[in-house]
């Protein structure tokens, strides 16, 4: 009985130490994610300016980059507290926060990304999905057990 206790409290350890890491882990990707979306927004505005690079880009005037929410590290998503409203999101995510706060029950991404006007592909879903489940990490949704979300 003491080798089962044992084994399963050094087990339980391993693990705290190995979700630490991936916490970890998951904050460096975040943030590269982060760097990664400002650029897009920086990339896109020159390559409209200059006409995908073609036209000089010494004729164009520089543009004032405004950063929002998800460039340099800024969450997309951030954690809900009390008294906090959805225009603490981003309109992608409140729109996401409608529609299951509209659903008669718990409603799963494809229903979402059908909602949200998108093909019921993998391709369309699994991004919904991925944002679905960062409202839920994030207190915004709550996550049944069956992976479909209700609002909290």
Known sequence: ?????????????????????????????????????????????WAEATDGGRRPSGIVEPERVVAGPGAGGMRLVPDRVEGMGLEALTSEYQRIMEIVAGADGPVMAKDVALALGREPTPGKVEPVRGQLRKLADRGWLKRTGSGRYLPR
Do not use: C, H, P, Y
């Not at 003491?2 to 975040?30: G, N, P, Q, S, Y």
């Open 1 to 45: 009985m003491v080798d089962v206790l044992t084994w399963t409290i050094e087990r339980r350890m391993r693990l705290t130490e190995r979700a630490e890491l991936l916490r970890k882990e998951l904050a460096e990707i975040d943030a590269e994610l982060g760097r990664l979306e400002a650029a897009e927004v920086v990339f896109s505005q």
